[in-house]
Nanobody, 123 residues
Framework: QVQLVESGGGLVQAGGSLRLSCAAS????????MGWFRQAPGKEREFVAA????????YYADSVKGRFTMSRDNAKNTVYLQMNSLKPEDTGVYYC????????????????WGQGTQVTVSS
């Protein structure tokens, strides 16, 4: 069982930065690939980024490549999403997800989800 709690969302102007965190409970955190997804109002939830259990491999949606960086600290049971050069279209609720398989996380998230944190980018 893994419980996920996101934090770090907020209101920022276009061009600004935010750093999201996702803290996980459970002793097996280091065995899970992790991902970030987002959902804008009226739209379906979409993949943003993912990281392998070891942190060696990362995956990004084309829309965020070069602007967002995902990392993890297994000693702290936490993953991060550093978001730079934010755009209004990055607005949405950001969720983290966990699954033993990186492929599953990239495809549709996985077994565990957090409650989400709101990110609003003003123009």
């Amino acid at each position: 069982q893994v419980q996920l709690v996101e934090s770090g969302g907020g209101l920022v102007q276009a061009g600004g930065s935010l750093r999201l965190s996702c803290a996980a409970s459970g002793r097996t955190f280091s065995r899970y690939a992790m991902g970030w997804f987002r959902q804008a109002p009226g739209k379906e939830r979409e993949f943003v980024a993912a990281i392998s259990w070891s942190g060696d491999v990362t995956y990004y949606a084309d829309s965020v490549k070069g602007r967002f960086t995902m990392s993890r600290d297994n000693a702290k049971n936490t993953v991060y999403l550093q978001m730079n050069s934010l755009k209004p279209e990055d607005t949405g609720v950001y969720y983290c997800a966990a699954d033993p398989s990186s492929r599953t996380v990239v495809a549709h998230g996985g077994d565990y989800w957090g409650q989400g944190t709101q990110v609003t980018v003003s123009s």
